[in-house]
C-alpha cells in the first residue's frame, strides 16, 4: 500500500511540475494544485499508515505500547489544506483578472503586451 501510494506521489510531483512549467496561468494553477495534494500525501504516508488503531492510552498504562496512528500529520494536513485552498482562490481571482486586462493567459504575451 505504501509503494502505492509513493508512485501516486511521484505521478502527482511530475505532473504538477510540468504544468507548472507551461506558460498558460490555468495550467500553473493547476499544477499547484498537484504540487499541494502531492505534498498532503507525502505527508500522511511519513505518519506511517496504520489502520483502526487511535492514539489513546488506557487507563491502566502509562504509555502506548502498540502501533498506533501518529495525529500531528493528520493535523497538518488539514491546516495544508485550508491554506491551499486560500491560494487557489487568490490565484484563480488574480489569473480572472488578468485575463479580462490583457484577453489572454499566455505568460511571454503578457510580458510583451503593450498597453
Known amino acids: 500500500m505504501e509503494i502505492l501510494i509513493a508512485i501516486c506521489i511521484g505521478l502527482l510531483y511530475a505532473a504538477g511540475i510540468f504544468l507548472i512549467l507551461r ?5 500553473l494553477i493547476l499544477g499547484l494544485i498537484l504540487l499541494g495534494n502531492g505534498a498532503n500525501l507525502l505527508i500522511f504516508l ?5 489502520k483502526g488503531k487511535p492514539p489513546i ?15 500531528i500529520p493528520q493535523a497538518l494536513i488539514l491546516t495544508a489544506i485550508v491554506i491551499s485552498f486560500g491560494l487557489q482562490a487568490f490565484a484563480i481571482i488574480l489569473v480572472k483578472r488578468a485575463y479580462r486586462e490583457v484577453n489572454t493567459d499566455d505568460l511571454d504575451q503578457m510580458n510583451t ?3
Open 23 to 27: 506558460r498558460s496561468l490555468v495550467r
Open 46 to 50: 511519513l505518519g506511517r499508515i496504520t
Open 113 to 115: 503586451h503593450e498597453q
Open 57 to 71: 492510552i488506557p487507563d491502566s498504562a502509562q504509555t502506548i505500547a502498540d502501533v498506533y496512528a501518529d495525529p
